[in-house]
């Protein structure tokens, strides 16, 4: 394009010539209003976040836990999400060793600031052996994995299946202490949330002795 | 602005106050360029209703949704229950409901044609690339639409399902958890995300689906329809009546209006027969989880989304940590291949970008785990050696998780994301991937129909794969169809001009009836 085209274009009479001060001052404007408009995003945007009433729902929960009986499950809501407390009986303590090799990450050792507090990270995923605290949501996207502790071949789980978790979105299974299988599509055991032992059979589940 | 036109004082009233509003307004030029004077060709067949018939669908969802609104409550503790109360309650309510339901099926039924039309006859070739990505953009609006509305009953598919997909947001690397916190407004789905979800799905992404409606119809309506023989019927060489319109069109009204009120009088018999007799659709329109109401505490035994997104949730579900390895191992032979053409500079850029795209895709565990299944114990050793080379960084901020990432690539559920926004971001490429020399399937190579005949079927089984539980034979078909779907796409500009092309005919082929 020519420069007489281009200057009639933005309404300046051909031969006329352009007024840089001007047009400085035109782009200075501009983008100071951009600047300003762009900053009126922020409130808007930030209007998205959790509100105060949200985040203040996260209070730890009390249980008492006396009633759950060998090879039985308790969930209790914490933070809006489920947290299972299952009771392991020794012959389902017994199997989690065997199957280490078939696990991502048997030890625990993958995010475990996030996923293992220093006082779940051993072969069992807990406090007492038998005890299992667990958020049961799968790493994946968030399902709530399906009771499968009955060992054995059944729909969806393969034949040696030692009994754990099945989730029913994406196929992701975990042993009977949240730990996650290989080649699942779920990278992550299940969270073990913060929790301690207020007495024998009541568990505070949020908070832990460090906080 | 155009000249004042002064009338006769003894023209007819009427004649009289459209001239009014004509010089005040464009009405009548209006009309004339999108109606009486839009010149379509002559030949279109039943493919082209369905443009028409997604317009009408637009309508009933606008007018039904408006109506829906005023019983419905967008609140956890009243929604499933407003939602009943309307089932029951209000007069003609189950009605108003069903269509819309309804109605959000039809849409895709409707929309899948219009664009495998558009796929069929060439319809995205130059110069209607940006008539195909409106159209494009159109349907990514309707699939946050559709997901977005499915929310609002709050039943166990409505809540399980916003939660897989919010927190597929969650996977993207360094962003993704503050990215879904901010979608969902909580740390779990709730009451602020299914208030937003109502406010998106009733008047922010209507607005934005309006506004592309008419480019896309604006766009059209600049450069002409398309027909079933590719053949520009308003081309520099095609013929012209002596008032300059072309010999091969006819005025849009009123020969495709009464044209199309045919197709929409069997288009409303087959909707009316679902809304009376099958809304649900035997749990494939309304699944029947969501007629429990949300429960944060229980997964469903088995969640799939609504039909129209299944073959895309197959794809996510294909990109297993193995899965993801194999496509980094394809990328490296992608660009060995690709390099052999480029010269200087170009060429080893394309190969470190592919070995780092492969790293990222997790290539090194993969070899780990193949090799695992032939020898388990130098399977373990590499994976431990691996774990080693990650530690020295593991603690450190950014620079620790990107050397992660390389060493153990990316969680294999991101690029599962990646695959299935990749299904639907490739469609708006399609006019740059088509090489064919012809526009439309009739002058293709015979091979080209069965390779979109193979399309189509892909898609059906993925589509139907995606509504079952996740099973290893599913999984692996699911695997091969994916890399069809993307073969099909990221291949075309070679095959798409193989074979033996037929002769396109001056003019459109066209037999009065």
Known sequence: ?211 | MAEFKEISPDAPIAVKAMNWIDNRFPASKLYKEHMSEYYAPKNFNFWYIFGSLAMLVLVIQIVTGIFLTMNYKPDAALAFGSVEYIMRDVPWGWLIRYMHSTGASAFFVVVYLHMFRGLLYGSYRKPRELVWIFGCAIFLCLMAEAFMGYLLPWGQMSYWGAQVIVNLFAAIPFIGPDLALLIRGDYVVGDATLNRFFAFHVIAVPLVLLGLVAAHIIALHEVGSNNPDGVEIKGPNAPKDAAGHPVDGIPFHPYYTVHDIFGVSMFLMIFSAIIFFAPEFGGYFLEYNNFIPADPLKTPAHIAPVWYFTPYYSMLRAITGEMAGALGIIAIVAAVLAARKLSGIFKPAVLVIAIGAALLLGLLPSIANWIGLIAPSAGTGIAHGLDALAKPLAGVPFLGELWGMMIKGIDAKFWGVVVMGGAVIILFFLPWLDHSPVKSIRYRPDWHKYMYGIFVVNFLVLGYLGVQPPSAIGERVSQLGTLFYFGFFLLMPWWSQMGTFKPVPDRVVFHAH
């Open chain 1, 1 to 211: 394009m020519t420069q007489a085209s281009e200057a009639s274009v933005n309404g300046v009479p051909p031969g006329a010539s352009v007024d840089k001060d001007k047009r400085n001052w035109l782009v200075t404007t501009c983008v100071v209003g951009g600047a300003g408009v762009a900053a009126t995003a922020v409130p808007f945007v930030s209007t998205f976040q959790p509100s105060e009433k949200a985040k203040a729902a996260g209070a730890a929960v009390e249980v008492d836990i006396s009633g759950v009986k060998p090879g039985e499950k308790i969930t209790v809501e914490w933070r809006g999400k489920p947290v299972w407390i299952v009771k392991r009986t020794p012959a389902q303590l017994a199997e989690l060793p065997k199957i280490d090799p078939l696990l991502a990450d048997p030890k625990s050792e993958r995010k475990p600031d996030e996923l293992t507090p220093e006082y779940a990270r051993n072969e069992n995923r807990s406090i007492k052996p038998e005890t299992l605290v667990v958020v049961g949501i799968c790493s994946h996207l968030g399902c709530s994995p399906s009771d499968k502790f009955q060992p054995g071949a059944q729909p969806s789980l393969p034949d040696d299946w030692a009994g754990g978790f099945l989730c029913p979105c994406h196929g992701s299974t975990f042993d009977m202490a949240g730990r996650v299988y290989k080649n699942k599509p779920a990278p992550d055991n299940l969270e073990v949330p913060p929790h301690m032992y207020l007495s024998d059979t009541r568990l505070l589940i949020g908070e832990d002795k460090k906080a």
